[in-house]
T-cell receptor, first 114, second 114 residues
Framework: GNSVTQMEGPVTLSEEAFLTINCTYT??????LFWYVQYPGEGLQLLLK?????DKGSNKGFEATYRKETTSFHLEKGSVQVSDSAVYFCARANYGGSQGNLIFGKGTKLSVKP | DTGVSQDPRHKITKRGQNVTFRCDPISEHNRLYWYRQTLGQGPEFLTYFQNEAQLEKSRLLSDRFSAERPKGSFSTLEIQRTEQGDSAMYLC????????????FGDGTRLSIL
């Protein structure tokens, strides 16, 4: 089927720790991949995206690389801050490129302690 | 760019009542999407408009749900004869003409059925 699977949370880290949130997808073809972030009480915000294999999306110190061979798009950050506490969603476009609706993973809640 | 606007932010109603939500997309965005998000889950696609045409509806959109986008600008989502299971966050997103443009989300309307 066509789906997105991401690691279950919650994930609790200390400030300045290294973050990895795993995400794998199934799809026919090579859809665009996205990470969205949802801060408490707010809507979804696009964090980063990648449109083709080996692309690296990056924003605010977060990075994710589109790995076709492992069908993965893991999110990483070298040093997390308390302000990064949020729910992170991995998503892929339903059709080629970024077209059509998005298919989301279940989300991973991140809590960063000072 | 004022972002995607949704109204109301919260709606509490009794089971069996009808409710209507409104979404104002980013101006000049011709694509508009509705999603539903329940607690602990990622958003699930409901329906999609390109301009005023409703191009796709998911199987989640039962016959009690109807969405419109009469002039290709704002959209409404109506739920008739609400049920307990309709309690969720209803999210609207929009994107531009370029098929590689990402979707931008509103803050959502939280529906609670008593």
């Amino acid at each position: 089927g066509n789906s997105v699977t991401q690691m279950e949370g919650p994930v609790t880290l200390s400030e300045e720790a290294f973050l990895t949130i795993n995400c794998t997808y199934t799809a026919t073809g090579y859809p665009s991949l996205f990470w969205y972030v949802q801060y408490p009480g707010e809507g979804l915000q696009l964090l980063l995206k990648a449109t083709k294999a080996d692309d690296k999306g990056s924003n605010k110190g977060f990075e994710a690389t589109y790995r076709k061979e492992t069908t993965s798009f893991h999110l990483e950050k070298g040093s997390v801050q308390v302000s990064d506490s949020a729910v992170y969603f991995c998503a892929r476009a339903n059709y080629g490129g970024s077209q059509g609706n998005l298919i989301f993973g279940k989300g991973t809640k991140l809590s960063v302690k000072p | 760019d004022t972002g995607v606007s949704q109204d109301p932010r919260h709606k509490i109603t009794k089971r069996g009542q009808n409710v209507t939500f409104r979404c104002d997309p980013i101006s000049e965005h011709n694509r508009l999407y509705w999603y539903r998000q329940t607690l602990g889950q990622g958003p699930e696609f409901l329906t999609y408009f390109q301009n005023e045409a409703q191009l796709e509806k998911s199987r989640l959109l039962s016959d009690r749900f109807s969405a419109e986008r009469p002039k290709g600008s704002f959209s409404t989502l109506e739920i008739q004869r609400t049920e307990q299971g309709d309690s969720a966050m209803y999210l609207c997103a929009s994107s531009g003409r370029d098929s590689n443009q990402p979707q931008h989300f509103g803050d959502g309307t939280r529906l609670s059925i008593l």
